[in-house]
Antibody
Framework: QVQLVESGGGVVQPGTSLRLSCAAS????????MHWVRQAPGKGLEWVAV????????YYADSVEGRFTISRDNSENTLHLQMTSPTREDTGVYFC??????????????WGQGTLVTVSS | SYELTQPPSVSVSPGQAARITCSGD??????AYWYQQKSGQAPLLVIY???KRPSGIPERFSASRSGTMATLTITGAQVDDEADYSC???????????FGGGTKLTVL
């Protein structure tokens, strides 16, 4: 079955950088779009970014545009999120999710359990 | 701006119907999706493409969309249905994808 396991979370100082990863298994990773979604403590879900199956199309929420970069390694079945210059507002649980299809217009269909990122000095 | 608005909370007694709404201008053109999130767990897709149930989701979950509003209905809500429910809408042309603020369903 579809398995998504996030890693790389932790405490990071404002203005530094952090890379999150998501290891995928149980499906043909290279044929599906992938999303990152986050959730601040006690708050609702916030869509962060999506990448198409081949990595050519990427879209970001306005709140992270220019600071975060989504990427994928189809040879390693892994999704990444490079977070640069994080602020306290970026604190939260980061979920990776598989899209329902390969294009960037997909919706999050299957979700990982998330990894906690805390931005604090 | 593009927003999806949900009531913060809905409360029903066991066996009653629970209705959770999601409103936004984009819903006149775009599909709505619904996610259930129980405390400490990852979200679970319960409705896709406005009104379709993924495999394994009980029949008591249904949904509809009309005009600027989408509605999730849980017929005969159970205590196990207590969770946060969030709507989501997407645009295949790459414009913002957005979740509603979420609705906490209490079945008590």
């Amino acid at each position: 079955q579809v398995q998504l396991v996030e890693s790389g979370g932790g405490v990071v100082q404002p203005g530094t950088s952090l890379r999150l990863s998501c290891a995928a298994s149980g499906f043909a990773f290279s044929t599906f779009a992938m999303h990152w979604v986050r959730q601040a403590p006690g708050k609702g879900l916030e869509w962060v970014a999506v990448i198409s199956y081949n990595g050519r199309n990427k879209y970001y929420a306005d709140s992270v545009e220019g600071r975060f970069t989504i990427s994928r390694d189809n040879s390693e079945n892994t999704l990444h999120l490079q977070m640069t210059s994080p602020t306290r507002e970026d604190t939260g649980v980061y979920f990776c999710a598989r899209g329902d299809m390969g294009g960037s217009g997909s919706y999050p269909q299957y979700w990982g359990q998330g990894t906690l990122v805390t931005v604090s000095s | 701006s593009y927003e999806l608005t949900q009531p913060p909370s809905v409360s029903v007694s066991p066996g009653q119907a629970a209705r959770i709404t999601c409103s936004g201008d984009a819903l006149t053109k775009k599909f709505a999706y619904w996610y259930q999130q129980k405390s400490g767990q990852a979200p679970l897709l319960v409705i896709y493409d406005d009104n379709k149930r993924p495999s394994g989701i009980p029949e008591r979950f249904s949904a509809s969309r009309s005009g600027t509003m989408a509605t999730l209905t849980i017929t005969g809500a159970q205590v196990d249905d207590e969770a946060d429910y969030s709507c989501y809408s997407t645009d295949s042309n790459g414009s913002p994808r957005l979740f509603g603020g979420g609705t906490k369903l209490t079945v008590l």
